[in-house]
């Protein structure tokens, strides 16, 4: 028995990928690394800290970018997409995800963000915020709203900026 990490979002391709880019990525979404010829750990992982074997990754419907698969236990996100866009730049160096996926654990206050920031996978923390007894019930529902707004597809972000400042946000 494990520590469960549940992740939302999506990661988009910069660009547009061609059939074959789809293919080569397809290769490693959902795989054991072990079996597709990463089976040495000191070949793949970058730090000493790493721990994975999993690639639990999938294409989203329209193969405009990549999400997490819904498998158990998926240690080390963030390495296992700079692993992956190490992998498919090798062969098109033009590859590169951009976007956000938010993570929660098993434990409340377990959540982050895994941001896209110049081609690589960083965790960024939510800082959790104390809220006080007097503290008005817009002012909890905004903080709210800001430790998500990074995982909000772009698009709707700027409907959600503008709705907020029209009520003095």
């Known amino acids: 028995m494990g520590y469960n990490t549940n992740f939302n979002g999506e990661l988009k391709f910069k660009n547009e990928l ?18 597709i010829g990463f089976e040495e750990d000191k070949k793949v992982y970058e730090t000493d800290d790493e721990y994975w074997y999993h690639i639990d990754l999938e294409l989203n419907d329209d193969f405009t970018g990549i999400r997490w698969n819904g498998a158990e236990k998926t240690y080390d996100m963030d390495k296992i997409i700079n692993f992956l866009t190490k992998q498919m730049k090798q062969k098109y160096p033009n590859f590169e995800l951009i976007g956000t996926l938010s993570a929660q654990g098993e434990e409340r206050d377990d959540r982050y963000n895994i941001v896209m920031v110049n081609g690589k996978a960083e965790i960024k923390e939510f800082e959790i915020i104390e809220v006080g007894e007097n503290e008005p019930n817009y002012e909890k529902a905004y903080n709210i709203l800001m430790e998500y707004f990074d995982s909000l597809p772009d698009e709707e972000k700027f409907d959600i900026d503008k709705r907020l400042k029209e009520v003095g946000l």
């Open 18 to 35: 061609t059939a074959s880019e789809i293919n080569l990525l397809k290769s490693f979404l959902g795989q054991d690394r072990r079996d």
